[in-house]
């Protein structure tokens, strides 16, 4: 599995005495400083969302043609390897569709069928085939693309920590400059976390992704980023 490791850190504000009591901040001299920390993996999983669509005249041909178009993927399931469990499908959508003329006079109703099917691959590399696949049966949307890692719990738990580290280092380059020296932590706090994926800076319908899509109409291999911040007051002492 690739992975990378990124950390950054910023102080915030070197305060004083000046602090009110009863405040999250220490009454005495204190460092504020932010850290972050990053993780970039290649993902094990992608799901996919597709949409099956179709109008029509009368209902009947409205349902016949996306039940077509989903019944075609299911049966293509297993050349990617994907089993049953890990495919969920909407009840059927169905509508009346009224659009009028130049003349604002009604056209004959017509009938809107509807599908969605959600997919887990746990091979990212089948993705390009499979969407082709959705498209062959008959899918006409593609709505969404999410990549995943199985290790997201410990692979967070490793940004956290390096962002922590980070703080610390910061905190105490800070202290040491002003010629003090770094004290007991006050406070650390989660700032916020986030998780990026893709292949690049483009998009793939909705979805950021990270690369190029090259020319075959194969893309480069995607990247999962977790993202941990904290903040933390540290005490000095002089």
Do not use: W
């Amino acid at each position: 599995m690739r992975k990378r490791m990124f950390a950054a850190a910023l102080p915030l504000v070197l305060a004083s005495t000046l602090a009110l009591a009863g405040t999250p901040l220490p009454d005495g001299p204190h460092v504020v400083v932010q850290g972050e920390g990053k993780v970039s993996v290649a993902p094990d999983s992608a799901i996919v969302t597709m949409v099956a669509r179709h109008r029509a005249a009368s209902p009947s041909e409205a349902k016949r043609v996306v039940d077509r178009a989903v019944n075609a993927l299911l049966k293509a399931a297993p050349v990617f390897d994907v089993a049953t469990d890990e495919i969920s499908a909407s009840d059927l959508a169905l509508r009346e569709n009224i659009d009028y003329d130049d003349n604002d006079r009604p056209l004959p109703v017509a009938h809107v069928a509807s599908r969605e099917l959600k997919v887990k691959l746990d091979d990212p590399d089948k993705l390009s085939a499979y969407m082709d696949a959705a498209l062959a049966a008959g899918f006409t949307e593609i709505s969404d693309v999410s990549f995943k890692s199985s290790k997201e719990a410990s692979l967070r738990e490793q940004a956290r920590a390096h962002a922590v580290a980070q703080a610390r280092e910061s905190a105490n380059g800070l202290a040491t400059t002003f010629g003090g020296k770094l004290g007991a932590v006050y406070s650390i706090n989660s700032v916020n976390s986030s998780q990026a994926h893709g292949y690049g800076n483009t998009t793939l319908d909705s979805i950021q992704v990270t690369g190029a899509r090259m020319d075959s109409g194969r893309y480069l291999q995607p990247s999962i980023d977790f993202t941990e911040r904290v903040a933390a007051v540290f005490e000095i002492s002089r």
